[in-house]
């Protein structure tokens, strides 16, 4: 085995514009980076809220290996008793105790190397959830010793509560990186003690909208401050997505950087 490691990350996945996106490009992706693992945020897959046995297997069928979540994580009642059975989907370390599903999990690359992925969601503008920092470090202790890589996705609002949890796993974890807001940021780095982090990997799903949402309704809502129906936009996905490579001896991050893939339509 390479002691290389490859880790695709891919931000939200918005509604139908962000799977049609990865299936027309991931497999090549995949292939051209040497992709060992593909993680992505699954929250928004099944119409912008919430994912679905369906949308899961889909992704599933495409390379990725973990499905992390967030806020939106229980908008598809089916996916409270489906995450109960698919370790390959996970929500947030510190829900509430009563949440069926974990927020962790340990899953394989093809060539054998263990890889834990953890997910937490911060409070900052978000909700009364339990700490993440007290959650991902019970998490931390329970990781077995021949695991080669720790991923963290941190599900929040505030950058500045992102970029807290880079530092508090700043030499313990390989990559830490933030989901939700939906917009890349190109803040990529691989701190002093080896961990790569960014505050926010972006969304794959259409830019031509209000963060995968069509404009009309979501303006509107801005504007008049009374309720609207939001509606994910079906088509024009761009894939933003982190690729880090980890040395599997030490789980320390070696290079980190973005990538881009641009609407076909």
Known sequence: MSDALNILVLGDVIGRAG??????????????????????????????????????????ALGVHVLTNGNHCWDQREFLSFIEQEKRCIRPLNFSAHAPGRGMTIQETAAGHRIAVL????????????????????????????????VVDMHAEATSEKMAMGWHLNGRASFVYGTHTHVPTCDETIRPQGTAYQTDIGMTGSYQSIIGMRVDGALRRMIERLPQRFEAVERGGSIYA??????????RATAIRRIHVPPAE
């Open 119 to 150: 997910n937490v969601i911060g409070q900052v503008f978000m909700g009364a959830w339990d700490c993440p920092f007290a959650a991902v470090d019970r998490a931390m202790e329970e990781i077995p010793d021949d695991v080669s890589a720790i």
């Open 19 to 60: 799977r049609r996106a990865l299936d027309d490009h991931l497999p090549r992706l995949i292939d051209e980076h040497r992709v060992d693992f593909v993680i992505a945020n699954g929250e928004n897959l099944a119409a912008g809220f919430g994912i679905t046995a369906k949308t899961a297997d889909e992704m599933f």
């Open 242 to 251: 982190t690729l880090v490579t980890v040395d599997s001896r030490t789980r």
